[in-house]
């Protein structure tokens, strides 16, 4: 039966498979089957190294590992085919070409000792079993042609599971493959009588019902992922490094969201709800002298009037510690949250971090550099021709420049000008850094002066000079950077690695100018709130004199909330400074965008059809998509939510909405006024290097936050925390008032620094016994490569001596088998190395 | 008032600008500055001047040589936007290749391409070039003597193209064109390439050579020609005459022939 099949049918069949491997399930399919054919292979190569009997038991032990969908769908696939046959079953003649075709096609060739004999049992097998099988046909089965069968089935298995390390020619390989599983389709089920073939019917169609749904549930996981089609249509015309910035937004995007779902649901939702009302107190009321113009737009959008008096600030909070009938902790639930943010914050990077640390395995390899370009240097996921065109381009220069590199490196006299072209770069950015530091801290103490004389006798350029001189440098310093960065010569992943950190440098500088000049406003404001306080005894004193003067006996008369002097609440004034300049750098972002990429897009377009010289192809053109400034931008902003966030409970929900309105637009930008860049190249997409970046950023942003809770008294009329000495006394509030008192005393003893120092020296220890342990996995690692590298280079030598043997065919024939063998070894070593990986 | 920090602000952009775009603030200079003083100085036009330095430092009879010198002038002296020697070599290749008979040139300025098309011709072929300014012609009329090319291997025609293409059938007896190089205003690309397409001078094989078609550009032709199917196109990318850093190309068409 199985001889028959006539090549027509069979290019049918693959024709149907290719089909079916097109549909969107590619993707989730692909992924079984690798996985399933590794760990085939890895089973393969411990088979291949035993022999006989114990070889049948692992096989056994295989099959039963071996139920995955794969080798099921493949069967029910073949099902199908059996029927079809039967259907179109072609008369005799046709069936002995096939034979005979058959037979005309070369044996494997002789394999060395150790599986020669195994493979010559199987082979006499395949084909005994040819000639039984016309026996099995009759329907009628004797216990011992039951045995026979079993034994043929198992044989069958066994044949797939090592057929990958055969010798064969693929085509050969392919056919037994089929044949096989026709086999075993049809006579497994046959093992079973009546009742157990009806059963084993209805297991295969439940399993094909399972994978079916499974499947399909794959497929909507993967459409219920945000924007997944938009990033991978942008990977597709622009190349992954382009993609891994927005990956990047989205991963940002959900942290974002859980910080936000934090504040909005236990700070902001219980204030609104439980807490008094607007109008109540001072704290809650706009000022008397403020109270004109408290609606006006132009306030409002610099978050002053009703917008400062709101739940969106610090100063709003009252001090109550429990509200509304749930008792609802506001003052401890502000803190913790404050808190919880920054925590969970750090988790997430860090763990994010250890993953992908995972991931990148390998070192670099300059062993095999031109097989490596040669094999791995196009990038499959893109699905645009002008792009595939600049790809194509790129690959070729990078062959001329690896090669120019080759001889250079032999020749090496042109390192030393790329060496000093290198430092002059590096120096001609510290000028440029110094420069737009000097400036920024210029414009600061400016900003000082001018605050000192009052703003309102100053134009909105001088108030706003520090927002737009941070703003423009941050906008034009990068620019700067990526013409001097030409300098270097350096290949684009690594150009883009300095880029980023020379970028984070300026940035840094500025955010932190711009902290300085806020500490010393603060200072400024604690100042003026002293002089309050004083004031306000004084007014307290007038009032009730005032009273005390006209009748005795009434109750005291109470001032209106907005009449009540109040101090300037210094961390309502943070919270709106890092407010202000969340929005001005949206601003900036979006307005950039607009001008520098949409409407130089227009121009470019459209100014094309009238103009003197080509506009796309020469002097403007079409801009690229600057990966490292938007990618620094995101964690720039992120860092400065972060600082913000303690003082002013909005700003991740600000965050939340410039995320996502930047996804869309920045999506909807890159896609219709951007061009993919001349050299595009790989970047894996969790990458490492943004994520450093934003953990040093997190830990540099909650450091002045931190500075600022610990050691600033609270303001004395504004915020939860108002009347305490320091802020974190509400914790030791609760412990009080709150928990019992043993829990109090365990407390104070778990806090005893004879208790914590032990406890910290612990931690180190492990954290120094833990480091240890994956630095020992990683020089296993290493050696691992060495070996794997040690017999590769034997292998080529081996090859080599094949090649010089090659006049004499019996000897070439060994010799590729052999080589063959070392491949299928490499193979299972390299696998080894990566579980070993995993591990560490 | 606009504070001086804020201004200072913009010095980087300024910077970067500068460095980005230096090759054509390179070519400004040389190409229109250098120019303007000289001709103030010297009371004489660019091209009269580059025939005199010819003159007084090439080999008469000798194409390479005076190619050389024209070399030499355009990129140590002053700037004349040549086919220069680089897309040159894309030029003489193409003609090796081709092997044409009847040659078309648009816009002969001064004589350099055309001395460069005429060297390398095969035997019997004639180059028919086409310049509009009179004194341009003049002058490259000298220098397509001094090379050695005489009245019937070189035939210059002072006129502008559009008004010659479509009498070069009647007036000149030319059937067909086996080679174009065009290099005049990048304008007249289009419409002159339709206008020998109306003609029918182009036919099957017929290669147009197009430069400069990056830089200035010419994307109105360029676009024309992949949308009309008639020819196949190749872009040779190359760098502007004389200048590294401003990338430019030459556009090869191929008549597909009419079917």
């Known amino acids: 039966v199985k001889n028959e099949r006539n090549p027509k049918a069979k290019e049918r069949d693959t024709k149907r498979k290719l089909e079916i491997h097109k549909t969107t399930e590619q993707k989730t399919e692909n992924k079984k089957r690798?996985?399933?054919?590794?760990?085939?292979?890895?089973?393969?190569?411990?088979?291949?190294?035993?022999?006989?009997?114990?070889?049948?038991?692992?096989?056994?032990?295989?099959?039963?590992?071996?139920?995955?969908?794969?080798?099921?769908?493949?069967?029910?696939?073949?099902?199908?085919?059996?029927?079809?046959?039967?259907?179109?079953?072609?008369?005799?003649?046709?069936?002995?070409?096939?034979?005979?075709?058959?037979?005309?096609?070369?044996?494997?060739?002789?394999?060395?000792?150790?599986?020669?004999?195994?493979?010559?049992?199987?082979?006499?097998?395949?084909?005994?079993?040819?000639?039984e099988e016309e026996e099995w046909k009759v329907t009628a089965l004797t216990p011992e042609e039951l045995e026979k069968l079993k034994e043929a089935v198992d044989e069958k298995k066994k044949l797939i599971t090592i057929l990958r390390g055969k010798p064969w020619p693929m085509l050969k390989k392919l056919q037994t493959l089929k044949e096989s599983h026709d086999f075993l389709e049809k006579f497994e089920g046959a093992l079973g009588k009546g009742k157990a073939k009806k059963l084993y019917a209805y297991k295969v169609m439940m399993l094909k019902r399972w994978m079916k749904f499974q499947r399909d549930f794959e497929n909507f996981k993967t459409a219920c992922i945000p924007w997944e089609m938009k990033i991978k249509d942008i990977e597709s015309h622009f190349g992954s490094s382009v993609a891994s910035y927005f990956i990047f937004l989205r991963w940002m995007y959900g942290i974002n969201m859980i910080l936000f779902g934090l504040t909005f649901g236990l700070v902001m939702v219980p204030e609104a709800l439980m807490g008094k009302p607007y109008g109540s107190m001072p704290r809650k009321t706009v000022p008397r002298a403020e109270q004109a113009s408290a609606m006006d737009f132009a306030v409002l959008w610099d978050f002053g009037g009703y917008a400062k008096y709101s739940v969106l600030f610090y100063g709003y909070y009252n001090s109550q510690r429990a509200i509304g009938w749930l008792k609802f902790r506001m003052p401890l639930s502000y803190f913790l949250v404050g808190v919880g943010t920054v925590a969970y914050s750090y988790m997430v990077v860090i763990r994010t971090m250890a993953r992908n640390a995972n991931e990148q395995g390998g070192g670099d390899d300059t062993n095999f550099n031109f097989s490596w370009k040669m094999f791995t240097s196009w990038d499959y996921l893109i699905g645009n021709p002008e792009t595939a065109d600049n790809k194509f381009a790129s690959i070729t220069t990078s062959f001329k420049e690896a090669i120019v590199e080759e001889q250079e490196s032999r020749k090496d006299d042109n390192i030393h000008l790329t060496r000093f072209f290198r430092v002059l770069a590096n120096f001609l950015v510290l000028c440029c850094l110094a420069g737009s530091g000097y400036l920024i801290y210029f414009v600061v103490r400016r900003s000082q002066k001018f605050a000192l004389e009052g703003l309102e006798n100053y134009g909105w350029w001088e108030r706003n000079e520090v927002n737009m001189v941070m703003s423009l440098l941050g906008m034009f310093c990068p620019m700067l950077f990526d013409v001097i960065s030409n300098l270097e010569n350096y290949h684009p992943r690594i150009a883009l690695q300095w880029q980023l950190g020379r970028i984070f440098a300026l940035f840094l500088g500025n955010l932190y100018t711009f902290i300085i000049a806020l500490m010393d406003e603060i200072n400024l404001k604690r100042k003026e709130e002293e002089t309050v306080k004083l004031n306000m005894t004084v007014w307290m004193a007038n009032l009730h004199n005032g009273t005390l003067a006209e009748n005795s006996t009434a109750p005291p008369i109470t001032a209106d909330p907005a009449d009540v002097p109040r101090g300037p609440c210094w961390e309502t004034m943070v919270g709106q400074e890092f407010v202000r300049l969340i929005i001005s750098d949206t601003m900036t972002t979006y307005i950039t965008l607009l001008i520098g990429d949409f409407l130089r897009a227009v121009m470019v377009r459209f100014f094309n059809y009238c103009w003197c010289w080509d506009l796309e192809y020469g002097f403007p053109s079409y801009s690229e998509f600057d990966v490292s400034g938007n990618v620094l931008g995101l964690i720039f902003n992120q860092g400065m939510i972060w600082m913000g966030a303690f003082y002013a409970p909005c700003l991740p929900a600000l965050n939340v909405l410039r995320l996502h309105v930047s996804m869309y637009l920045q999506c909807w930008a890159v896609m219709c006024c951007n061009v993919p860049q001349e050299r595009v190249f790989k970047a894996s997409g969790s990458n490492n290097f943004y994520m450093a970046m934003l953990l040093v950023i997190l830990f540099l942003s909650t450091l002045p936050a931190i500075y600022t809770i610990v050691s600033i008294p609270p303001s004395f009329d504004c915020g939860p925390f108002s009347g305490k000495n320091r802020m974190f006394d509400v914790i030791q509030e609760t412990l009080e008032m709150d928990f019992p008192a043993w829990f109090g005393k365990v407390f104070s003893y778990a806090s005893n620094p004879g208790l914590v120092l032990p406890f910290l020296l612990l931690m180190v220890l492990a954290i120094y016994y833990l480091q240890s342990t994956s630095k020992t996995y990683k020089k296993a690692n290493a050696e691992l490569k060495k070996k794997l590298q040690a017999q590769n280079e034997e292998n080529k030598k081996k090859n080599k001596r094949a090649a010089l043997k090659a006049s004499d065919p019996e000897e070439a024939r060994n010799s590729a088998s052999e080589q063959q063998w070392h491949q299928i070894n490499n193979n299972a070593s390299k696998k080894e190395m990566d579980t070993w990986g995993c591990k560490n | 008032m606009v504070s001086p920090a804020i201004?200072?602000?913009?010095?980087?952009?300024?910077?970067?600008?500068?460095?980005?775009?230096?090759?054509?603030?390179?070519?400004?200079?040389?190409?229109?500055?250098?120019?303007?003083?000289?001709?103030?100085?010297?009371?004489?036009?660019?091209?009269?001047?580059?025939?005199?330095?010819?003159?007084?430092?090439?080999?008469?009879?000798?194409?390479?040589?005076?190619?050389?010198?024209?070399?030499?002038?355009?990129?140590?002296?002053?700037?004349?936007?040549?086919?220069?020697?680089?897309?040159?070599?894309?030029?003489?290749?193409?003609?090796?290749?081709?092997?044409?008979?009847?040659?078309?040139?648009?816009?002969?300025?001064?004589?350099?391409?055309?001395?460069?098309?005429?060297?390398?011709?095969?035997?019997?072929?004639?180059?028919?070039?086409?310049?509009?300014?009179?004194?341009?012609?003049?002058?490259?009329?000298?220098?397509?003597?001094?090379?050695?090319?005489?009245?019937?291997?070189?035939?210059?025609?002072?006129?502008?193209?559009?008004?010659?293409?479509?009498?070069?059938?009647?007036?000149?007896?030319?059937?067909?064109?086996?080679?174009?190089?065009?290099?005049?205003?990048?304008?007249?690309?289009?419409?002159?390439?339709?206008?020998?397409?109306?003609?029918?001078?182009?036919?099957?094989?017929?290669?147009?050579?197009?430069?400069?078609?990056?830089?200035?550009?010419?994307?109105?032709?360029?676009?024309?020609?992949?949308?009309?199917?008639?020819?196949?196109?190749?872009?040779?990318?190359?760098?502007?005459?004389?200048?590294?850093?401003?990338?430019?190309?030459?556009?090869?068409?191929?008549?597909?022939?009419?079917?």
């Not at chain 2, 005076?66 to 680089?86: A, Q, R």
Request: charged content about 30%; glycine content about 6%.
């Open chain 1, 34 to 131: 690798k996985r399933s054919h590794s760990k085939q292979r890895g089973k393969r190569n411990i088979d291949d190294e035993d022999k006989g009997g114990e070889q049948i038991s692992k096989q056994k032990k295989n099959r039963k590992n071996k139920k995955t969908k794969k080798l099921l769908t493949e069967e029910a696939e073949g099902e199908g085919y059996i029927t079809k046959q039967k259907k179109k079953r072609r008369p005799q003649v046709d069936e002995e070409n096939a034979n005979a075709t058959k037979q005309m096609t070369p044996e494997g060739p002789p394999k060395k000792k150790k599986r020669a004999k195994v493979s010559e049992s199987e082979d006499s097998s395949s084909e005994k079993e040819s000639s």
């Open chain 2, 7 to 259: 201004a200072l602000a913009f010095l980087p952009l300024l910077i970067t600008l500068l460095i980005r775009y230096r090759y054509y603030f390179v070519l400004l200079y040389r190409a229109v500055l250098v120019r303007w003083v000289q001709d103030l100085l010297t009371g004489l036009s660019r091209e009269e001047r580059a025939f005199q330095y010819i003159l007084t430092h090439s080999i008469p009879g000798d194409p390479q040589s005076i190619l050389d010198t024209f070399d030499h002038w355009c990129s140590k002296v002053e700037f004349i936007s040549n086919i220069g020697p680089k897309k040159g070599k894309i030029l003489d290749r193409l003609l090796e290749e081709i092997r044409p008979l009847t040659v078309l040139e648009l816009g002969t300025h001064c004589g350099y391409s055309t001395v460069r098309i005429a060297r390398s011709l095969p035997l019997g072929a004639r180059l028919y070039s086409i310049e509009m300014h009179e004194k341009n012609a003049q002058i490259a009329e000298k220098i397509i003597r001094l090379a050695g090319f005489d009245d019937d291997t070189v035939e210059l025609v002072v006129s502008p193209s559009d008004e010659v293409i479509p009498r070069l059938r009647e007036d000149y007896g030319v059937e067909h064109l086996d080679f174009v190089f065009m290099d005049h205003w990048k304008r007249c690309y289009l419409p002159d390439l339709q206008l020998l397409e109306g003609s029918g001078l182009l036919g099957e094989g017929s290669v147009v050579l197009a430069d400069n078609v990056v830089f200035p550009g010419a994307p109105n032709f360029l676009r024309y020609v992949r949308n009309s199917g008639l020819y196949e196109l190749r872009l040779h990318r190359a760098s502007l005459e004389y200048i590294r850093g401003i990338r430019d190309g030459m556009a090869e068409l191929v008549h597909r022939g009419v079917k």
